[in-house]
T-cell receptor, first 111, second 116 residues
Framework: RKEVEQDPGPFNVPEGATVAFNCTYS??????FFWYRQDCRKEPKLLMS???SGNEDGRFTAQLNRASQYISLLIRDSKLSDSATYLCVVNSLYNFNKFYFGSGTKLNVKP | NAGVTQTPKFQVLKTGQSMTLQCAQD?????MYWYRQDPGMGLRLIYY???????DKGEVPNGYNVSRLNKREFSLRLESAAPSQTSVYFC???????????????FGDGTRLSIL
C-alpha cells in the first residue's frame, strides 16, 4: 500500500467554482503535512502546511483528520491560474527525514 | 536569495556515460534530498542527507551515488547511465532538525536528463 494516495483527477471546474481534494495517508505516526503545487513538470512549490486545527490562506483552506487519516485542500473562487497539479506530502514522526509524496491531483480551471 | 540551485538544467547522455548533477542551497538547511519524477508518477526519493557527513538510501537508489560535500552542496552521480534513468531530477532541502520540526522542503528547478 502506498504511503500517500491521491485521486489523480483531472478535476475540470469553471472559474469561480469551489473544488476540494482529499489525500489519504497510511502511517498513523505521520507528523507533518503539506500541500504543494506543481506546474507542468516544473519544481513543486509549497502551497501551505497543514495544521491540526485546520488553516486558511486566502482562498485556500487545509484540513487534517487524524482519525480517518486524511488531509484535504479546499479552493474557493477558482482562478485560471489555479490550474496545476496539487501534491500531498506527509512526513513520518519516526522517520522524520523522509517525506512521502502523493502522485498528485490535476486541476483544470476553465473559463 | 537563490534558494536551491541545480546544474545543469538539461543534459543528454549516451548509455554508459557518467555524469554528476550538482545541487547547492544557501538557506543553511541541514537536510538535502534527491528525487526523480517520471511522467504520470509522483516524486521518488533516490537518496537523502539528514546532515553534513551522512547519506541514506531512498526508494530508488540503484544506479546512483551521492556526496554531501559540505552543508551547502549535495551531488548525485550516475556512474554508468542507462535509458531507464531518463527523468527529471529534483534536489530539495529542508531545515528539518528533529521529529517535531514540521519544516517543508524547498526545491530546485530540476535537471532534465535524457539517456540515449
Amino acid at each position: 500500500r502506498k504511503e500517500v494516495e491521491q485521486d489523480p483527477g483531472p478535476f475540470n471546474v469553471p472559474e469561480g467554482a469551489t473544488v476540494a481534494f482529499n489525500c489519504t495517508y497510511s502511517n498513523s505516526a505521520s507528523q507533518s503535512f503539506f500541500w504543494y503545487r506543481q506546474d507542468c513538470r516544473k519544481e513543486p512549490k509549497l502551497l501551505m502546511s497543514v495544521y491540526s486545527s485546520g488553516n486558511e490562506d486566502g482562498r485556500f483552506t487545509a484540513q487534517l483528520n487524524r482519525a480517518s487519516q486524511y488531509i484535504s485542500l479546499l479552493i474557493r473562487d477558482s482562478k485560471l491560474s489555479d490550474s496545476a497539479t496539487y501534491l500531498c506530502v506527509v512526513n513520518s514522526l519516526y522517520n522524520f527525514n523522509k517525506f512521502y509524496f502523493g502522485s498528485g491531483t490535476k486541476l483544470n480551471v476553465k473559463p | 536569495n537563490a534558494g536551491v540551485t541545480q546544474t545543469p538544467k538539461f543534459q543528454v547522455l549516451k548509455t554508459g556515460q557518467s555524469m554528476t548533477l550538482q545541487c547547492a542551497q544557501d538557506m543553511n538547511h541541514n537536510s538535502m534530498y534527491w528525487y526523480r519524477q517520471d511522467p504520470g508518477m509522483g516524486l521518488r526519493l533516490i537518496y537523502y542527507s539528514a546532515s553534513e557527513g551522512t547519506t541514506d538510501k531512498g526508494e530508488v537508489p540503484n544506479g546512483y551515488n551521492v556526496s554531501r560535500l559540505n552543508k551547502r552542496e549535495f551531488s548525485l552521480r550516475l556512474e554508468s547511465a542507462a535509458p531507464s534513468q531518463t527523468s527529471v531530477y529534483f534536489c530539495a532541502s529542508s531545515d528539518h532538525r528533529d521529529r517535531h520540526s514540521n519544516q517543508p522542503q524547498h526545491f530546485g528547478d530540476g535537471t532534465r536528463l535524457s539517456i540515449l
